[in-house]
């Protein structure tokens, strides 16, 4: 129903930042609940933000609250995640998702995938 493909990923130094960017195309976009996922090397996939269609309602991990923004911008189709104040912990691939209604944290619930995009961030 819908393509994601993500961008912005790199090699930071810690407390660096860096945004990242799903840019979504397909037969769907009405009523997307977008979300960042991550998964680390050896680590099960976990949520990072999620965020409604209208914007009103975002959940974030305990982790990266404070120093990660969720954010879209419909009229380009596109879903950021802004990350500041990056810590070694950080470091993982990176996800965006897409499902239909509500926000969730559950990565069964998201039936769009991107490809995802590697977050490094040294010490």
């Known amino acids: 129903q819908v393509q994601l493909v993500e961008s912005g990923g790199g090699l930071v130094q810690a407390g660096g930042s860096l945004r990242l960017s799903c840019a979504a195309s397909?037969?769907?976009?009405?009523?997307?609940?977008m979300g960042w996922f991550r998964q680390a090397s050896g680590k099960e996939r976990e949520s990072v933000a999620v965020?409604?269609?209208?914007?009103?309602?975002?959940l974030y991990a305990d982790s990266v609250k404070g120093r990660f923004t969720i954010s879209r911008d419909n009229a380009k189709k596109t879903v950021y995640l802004q990350m500041n104040s990056l810590k070694p912990e950080d470091t993982a691939v990176y996800y965006c998702?897409?499902?239909?209604?509500?926000?969730?944290?559950?990565?069964?619930?998201?039936?769009?995938w991107g490809q995802g995009t590697q977050v490094t961030v040294s010490s």
């Open positions: 965020i409604s269609w209208s914007g009103g309602s975002t």
């Open positions: 998702a897409a499902k239909l209604g509500l926000v969730s944290g559950r990565p069964a619930d998201f039936g769009s």
């Open positions: 397909g037969r769907t976009f009405i009523n997307l609940a």
